[in-house]
C-alpha cells in the first residue's frame, strides 16, 4: 500500500538553530507531496508542495523540502527555527486524495 | 485566495441528538470536498469525499448513516453527525478541491463535544 512515514513523533531545537522534519514515502510513480503545518485548535496550513522539477522545493515562512528519489524521501527544513515553529507538520502524499503522515510535533525552544 | 470556512467553529450537544457542521469554500467553486476527523495529537483520518450533485464516498469503517454528507452546491457540503455519542467527540476538518487541481484547501475545524 502507498504511503509516507513521519519516523520522529517529536523533535525539538533551540531557536536559531537549523530545524529538519522526517518524511519518507512509499508511493509509485511519480509522487505528488505535500508539508502542512497545523497550529493548535486550527485547520490545516499549506507549506509546500512537490509535484515534478526542482528537487529542492521552497515553501511558505522559510521552510523548504528536498525531494531525494534514491532514498525515497522528503525532508522538511528551515535553516533557523523559530519560537512561532512550534506546532504540528504533516507529511502527505495526493493521490486524489490526500493520505497523511502520522505527524511530528516540533518544538522550539527560546 | 482559496479560502474554506467551517461553522461553527465549536459545538457541545447532548448524546442523542444530531450536529450539523457546514464546510464552505469562500472563493472559488469546490468539485470535491473532504471531510476528515482527527483525534488529538493525532493524524487526520479521511472520513468521506464528496463531489457536488453525488453521493459521498465513504472511507472504510466509516458509517454512513451516522455521518450523513450533503454536497448541494458549489461551494457548500455539510456534515451531520446523527445520534451523536460521546465516542463522537473530536475535531472535524473539511477540505475543498479546487477543479482538478491536486492541491487541498482545509477549513480551520469545528470542535465537537458531546456530553
Known amino acids: 500500500a502507498q504511503s509516507v512515514a513521519q519516523p520522529e513523533d517529536q523533535v525539538n531545537v533551540a531557536e536559531g538553530n537549523p530545524l529538519t522534519v522526517k518524511c519518507t514515502y512509499s508511493?509509485?510513480?511519480?509522487?505528488?507531496l505535500f508539508w502542512y503545518v497545523q497550529y493548535p485548535n486550527r485547520g490545516l496550513q499549506f507549506l509546500l508542495k512537490?509535484?515534478?522539477?526542482?528537487?529542492l522545493v521552497k515553501g511558505s515562512y522559510g521552510f523548504e523540502a528536498e525531494f531525494n528519489k534514491s532514498q525515497t524521501s522528503f525532508h522538511l527544513k528551515k535553516p533557523s527555527a523559530l519560537v512561532s515553529d512550534s506546532a504540528l507538520y504533516f507529511c502527505?502524499?495526493?493521490?486524489?486524495?490526500?493520505?497523511f503522515g502520522a505527524g511530528t510535533t516540533v518544538t522550539v525552544r527560546a | 485566495g482559496a479560502v474554506v470556512s467551517q461553522h461553527p467553529s465549536r459545538v457541545i450537544c447532548k448524546s442523542g441528538t444530531s450536529v450539523k457542521i457546514e464546510c464552505r469554500s469562500l472563493?472559488?467553486?469546490?468539485?470535491?470536498m473532504f471531510w476528515y476527523r482527527q483525534f488529538p495529537k493525532k493524524s487526520l483520518m479521511l472520513m468521506a469525499t464528496?463531489?457536488?450533485?453525488?453521493?459521498?464516498?465513504?472511507e472504510q469503517g466509516v458509517e454512513k448513516d451516522k455521518f450523513l454528507i450533503n454536497h448541494a452546491s458549489l461551494t457548500l457540503s455539510t456534515l451531520t453527525v446523527t445520534s451523536a455519542h460521546p465516542e463522537d467527540s473530536s475535531f472535524y476538518i473539511c477540505?475543498?478541491?479546487?477543479?482538478?487541481?491536486?492541491?487541498?484547501?482545509f477549513g480551520p475545524g469545528t470542535r465537537l463535544t458531546v456530553t
Open positions: 464528496s463531489n457536488e450533485g453525488s453521493k459521498a464516498t465513504y
Open positions: 477540505s475543498a478541491r479546487r477543479g482538478l487541481a491536486n492541491e487541498q484547501y
Open positions: 472563493d472559488f467553486q469546490a468539485t470535491t
Open positions: 502527505a502524499f495526493n493521490d486524489y486524495k490526500l493520505s
Open positions: 508511493v509509485s510513480g511519480n509522487p505528488y
Open positions: 512537490y509535484i515534478t522539477g526542482d528537487n
